[in-house]
């Protein structure tokens, strides 16, 4: 099983930006973010495929950007104009196909990264 590890995480003001890493253990096809707010369901933010199709959640269109290095077997999340709403505990994760990350079964959780947005 991948071993994904995050990093970047950490309070920041409203308006303000954060970009967070997540570096798997060996190559990974298909990797995104999820997000799970205080008393909400994990939600997915951002995914993108080795060959780079990207999807987004429409509360970060605009504002995020997912990409990744192949060769570092890294995803990273770019998230510019933060808002309070973005708070929330942001996981790295990986599938076996584009389809299943959209739907949320999921091979391979990283173990989280705390994202606050408060002024």
């Known amino acids: 099983q991948v071993q994904l590890v995050e990093s970047g995480g950490g309070l920041v003001q409203p308006g303000g930006s954060l970009r967070l890493s997540c570096a798997a253990s060996g190559s990974v096809i298909n990797m995104g973010w999820y997000r799970q707010a205080p008393g909400k369901e994990r939600e997915l933010v951002a995914a993108i495929s080795r060959g780079g199709s990207t999807n987004y959640a429409d509360s970060v269109k605009g504002r995020f950007t997912i990409s990744r290095d192949n060769a570092k077997n890294t995803v990273y999340l770019q998230m510019n104009s933060l808002k309070p709403e973005d708070t929330g505990v942001y996981y790295c994760?990986?599938?076996?196909?584009?389809?299943?990350?959209?739907?949320?079964?999921?091979?391979?959780w990283g173990q989280g990264t705390q994202v606050t947005v408060s002024s």
């Open positions: 994760a990986a599938a076996l196909s584009y389809t299943t990350l959209l739907a949320g079964r999921i091979s391979s």
